[in-house]
C-alpha cells in the first residue's frame, strides 16, 4: 500500500521532471534563436542574449536541485567558464557588426 508520502514523492518528481524537459526545451529553442541572428541585430540582442543565457542556467540548476541530482562537473568553475566564452562571443558580435 502506497503512503501518502510516497505519493507525494512521486508527484514531486514528475512535476520536476516536467520542469526538467521544459527548462530542455527552452535552452533548445533559446539556442536556436541566438543561432538565427544576423547582422546588426546580434549586437542590439547582446545584452538580452546574456540576460536569457544566465535565466535559462539558474533555472537548469533549481531544477537539478530540486530533483537531487548533482552535476559531474564543478559548477562554479563551468559557470566561469560559460560566461568567459558567452562574452569572448558577444565581443566578436560587437566586432563583426562595425
Given at each position: 500500500?502506497?503512503?501518502?508520502?510516497?505519493?507525494?514523492?512521486a508527484?514531486?518528481?514528475?512535476?520536476?521532471?516536467?520542469?526538467?524537459?521544459?527548462?530542455?526545451?527552452?535552452i533548445?529553442?533559446?539556442?536556436?534563436?541566438?543561432?538565427?541572428?544576423?547582422?546588426?541585430?546580434?549586437?542590439?540582442k547582446?545584452?538580452?542574449i546574456?540576460?536569457?543565457?544566465?535565466?535559462?542556467?539558474?533555472?537548469?540548476e533549481?531544477v537539478?536541485?530540486?530533483?537531487h541530482?548533482?552535476?559531474?562537473?564543478?559548477?562554479?568553475?563551468q559557470?566561469r567558464?560559460?560566461?568567459?566564452?558567452?562574452?569572448?562571443?558577444?565581443?566578436?558580435?560587437?566586432?563583426?557588426?562595425?
Amino acid at each position: 500500500m502506497k503512503t501518502k508520502d510516497s505519493i507525494d514523492g512521486a508527484s514531486e518528481f514528475i512535476s520536476g521532471g516536467v520542469a526538467f524537459a521544459e527548462n530542455l526545451n527552452s535552452i533548445g529553442s533559446s539556442s536556436t534563436d541566438v543561432s538565427q541572428i544576423q547582422g546588426f541585430k546580434k549586437y542590439a540582442k547582446a545584452s538580452s542574449i546574456k540576460d536569457r543565457f544566465h535565466n535559462l542556467v539558474k533555472e537548469f540548476e533549481a531544477v537539478m536541485t530540486d530533483l537531487h541530482f548533482s552535476l559531474a562537473v564543478a559548477n562554479e568553475e563551468q559557470r566561469r567558464l560559460d560566461q568567459e566564452s558567452l562574452n569572448e562571443d558577444i565581443e566578436q558580435m560587437k566586432h563583426a557588426c562595425i
